[in-house]
């Protein structure tokens, strides 16, 4: 078992369960990617890892150029794993690894309101439904309207999470565009659209509490 977030990501070697997420959450980025339209495309990532999501997508997508991204991420070492990246990928100039409390509205000023939210590996290291209710209530600071929110959220002892998730994003304004389990059928993937206003301000300072641990949480 892991002992640290950075061990955790050794696991996308040798479990399908996180290769198939991986693939699934690439493919609604790039999808994100096709439909934005012309111009400018804002990104953030929350609790980024090292951002493999989105650098795998972007190394080969036409609208790479078009980018800005913020990835917020508190371990040092995958931060510079991702800052690694980004660097061989050329893409220095528009895309910034912060090393800090993604929890912290203040991280994401400047880089908001987004047009792609990703928020892989969130969801099942809360500490309940109050924090999701309170993370999807926050995420107007950071979403524009019409901004794409991509979500994962793993299924353990045959109990199916994300049917939680699914219900309390559709009473928070969001639409879901796809929803896809991995083959191992204990992953779920979502896209779903925000479909209200942004605010200018967050509602709070800090947006949820991550409580989860690696040895347990996906
Ligand atoms: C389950 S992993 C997901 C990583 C990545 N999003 C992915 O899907 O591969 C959770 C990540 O959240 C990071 N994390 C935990 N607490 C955090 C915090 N307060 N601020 C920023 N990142 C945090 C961990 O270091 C870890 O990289």
Known sequence: MPKDWYEWHDLYNTEPVLQQRLEIVREYIA???????????RIVSVCAGDGRDLLGTLKNHPRAKDVSARLVEINSNLVERGRATIESLGLIKQIE???????????????????IVIVCGVFGNLADEGELNRLLDNLSFLSKPGAFVIWTRGHSNGIP??????????A??????NFQLTATGDMAVGIHRYRSESLPQPKEQQLFVFSGVPRTAR
């Open 31 to 41: 999808y994100s990617l096709n439909a934005s339209p012309d111009g400018a495309i």
């Open 97 to 115: 690894f912060i090393n800090g409390d993604a929890t912290l509205a203040s991280n994401y000023v400047g880089a908001v309101p987004a047009d």
């Open 161 to 170: 999470y994300s049917d939680n998730v699914r219900k309390v994003l559709g």
């Open 172 to 177: 928070s304004g969001f639409e879901e565009v």
